[in-house]
């Protein structure tokens, strides 16, 4: 107030009074603002996540998305269903100490693997690795993580049968394993391409990758792209980059003798869950990824799946696989696709190389030997 006094002229205090009861509202306002951001805070946390809609308004399911994770397809004998925190502690920090401990520096002065290879005891590392040092754990992605699914920490992906692991065979599954062996028995191994594996072959992906059902592979790459307009979806896998076209709309199936690789599918909505009934199951694929759970499939197998944006992170994904035929009952399960920090690139497989023709050509160099 002093300064108005002393100015030269009241003209000159009034025109300097509006600008001290403008600093005293931005003062005011400042403090008002931060008297209110914790409410506007807790407002907006509280606040319901609302999915993002395609144009023809049903959920946006598109994207890039990851499957991998180390909790098992089957749960482990003496284990709940839900793990508790120290559990999941546990399991994730002995898998990043196994990774630490393989990425030590390596002895150039080593001599060479026994015959037959070493086996490590640890599976994906064993497999992967052809118990010659294959791939290390520079290459294996399997997951780091176990699998979150509707806020529980899961033990397994099967979630029923209610101890989480998949249904017997059928008698009639007993008969056909057998004669598939008998017949599989006057073939060497290496005889011909036929008789190699379908992802050696890059037809199909590790496990089911690209299903259906869509499980992880337990390797790498358990990447998808998704794509969806009014009428189809598209699911591309990293793996091998196998895609699946699902229709969308009233099912109009194939003959029953067309099987293509991963099925005929068909699509439709309920509510926001896009449902997918898959049949024509090709007889040469695997479902469900490995042993103990993988089968070869019967005619009469069909595969239901559900996806359901869940939060902007998460597509809760379902499935539900029936074989009367091969299973004595039907088994299902729960796996959560979270979205990927990064890009799907083209999958890098055998295709147009030498590494199909020296595995063959291999094999015959060791028949002339022996003969």
Known sequence: MERFVRSPSDDTARMMLPRRRASLFVLLAIGLAGAWAPIVEAQQTTRQWVAPRTADGH????????NATLTPVVRPAGVGP???????????????????????????????????????????????????????????DGGDHIAIYNGEARSSLIVDPPDGSRPAYTEEAGRRLRESREFLAQFGQYDNPENRPLAERCIMSFGSNAGPPMMPNYFYNNNYTIVQTADHVMIMTE??????????????PLPENVRPWMGDSWGHWQGDTLVVETTNINLQQTLAGYPPVAFAPSEAAKVTERFTRAD????????????????????????????????????????????????LSGARALERGNN
């Not at 959920?59 to 990851?66: D, E, T």
């Not at 920090?93 to 393989?102: L, M, Q, S, V």
């Not at 793996?239 to 109009?252: N, S």
């Not at 696989?321 to 299902?332: A, I, Y």
């Open 59 to 66: 959920p946006n399911l598109q994207g890039n998305w990851s």
């Open 239 to 252: 793996m091998v980059h196998d895609v699946r076209i699902i229709k969308l709309g009233t099912p109009d």
């Open 82 to 140: 839900v793990l508790n925190p120290e559990q999941v502690r546990a399991l994730e920090g002995g898998r990043a100490e196994f990774i630490e401990a393989d990425l030590v520096d390596s002895d150039p002065n080593r001599g060479a693997p026994p015959v037959g290879g070493q086996l490590t005891g640890e599976a994906r590392w064993d497999a992967g690795a052809g118990a010659v040092g294959g791939d290390n754990q520079f290459y294996i």
């Open 312 to 359: 902007e992170n998460t597509i809760n994904y379902e499935f539900t696989v029936e074989d009367p035929t091969m299973l004595s009952g039907s088994f299902s399960g729960e796996v959560p696709f979270k979205t990927l920090d990064g890009l799907v690139y083209e999958y890098s497989c055998h295709e147009g190389n030498y590494a199909l023709q020296g595995i």
